[in-house]
Every structure is written in C-alpha cells, then in structure tokens.
C-alpha cells in the first residue's frame, strides 16, 4: 500500500534551518507530483510548496519564497524541502502528500496520499 513517512521535523530557534524528508513507498514515485503542506494549531491545512514529477517545475506559497527549497530524489524515492531562515510563524505540522498525474496543484483535496507529518517549532 501506499506509504509516505516525514522525518526531519524539531526545535529550532528563529533564523535557523531544518531539512524535512518524505520517503515514498507503494506509489510510482517517480511519476507523481508531490506537495508539502503545513498544519498550525486550530488554522487549516495550507499549501507550502510543489514540485512536478520530474524535478524541473516547482512552486512555491508566497510567505516561504527564497527561504524554503522543494527537491526530489526520483532514485531514492525521496521528497525534500530545505527550510531557511525560518521564523516563529513557520511554527506547524508539516505533511508531504503525493499526486498521480505528474503535475502539482495548491488544492490539498487534489493529492489522494499523505504521510503522517513531522513537528516543526521554531523559537522566537
């Protein structure tokens, strides 16, 4: 069955950084669009970043622009999202969720799989 498990997520203090990795398994991966979104406590689940099937098309939500980096390892079956000079609002649950069809979309109801998310708290 389809398996996406985050790691990566802790504490870090504001202007830091964290690597967050989605392993993908049961999914053609290499063909699916993936998306990373974020969770904070009592907001909706909000849009972060998307890269296409193959790497070469990405986008970004406006407030993560230039600090956040989405990459993948088709290889590995791996998602990344390098996260930069982060600050106290970047505080949130952080999920991967994947999309057959190669192409990304901002719409959460549009990515069918899920992992199970990793904890991101940064201290102001």
């Known amino acids: 069955q389809v398996q996406l498990v985050e790691s990566g997520g802790g504490l870090v203090q504001a202007g830091g950084s964290l690597r967050l990795s989605c392993a993908a398994s049961g999914v053609t991966f290499s063909s699916d669009a993936m998306g990373w979104f974020r969770q904070a406590p009592g907001k909706e689940r909000e849009f972060v970043a998307a890269i296409n099937w193959s790497g070469g098309s990405t986008d970004y939500t406006a407030s993560v622009k230039g600090r956040f980096t989405i990459s993948r390892d088709n290889a590995k079956n791996t998602l990344y999202l390098q996260m930069n000079s982060l600050k106290a609002e970047d505080t949130a649950v952080y999920y991967c969720?994947?999309?057959?069809?190669?192409?990304?979309?901002?719409?959460?109801?549009?990515?069918?799989?899920w992992g199970q998310g990793t904890q991101v708290t940064v201290s102001s």
């Open positions: 969720a994947a999309r057959r069809g190669g192409y990304y979309s901002r719409g959460p109801n549009e990515y069918p799989y």
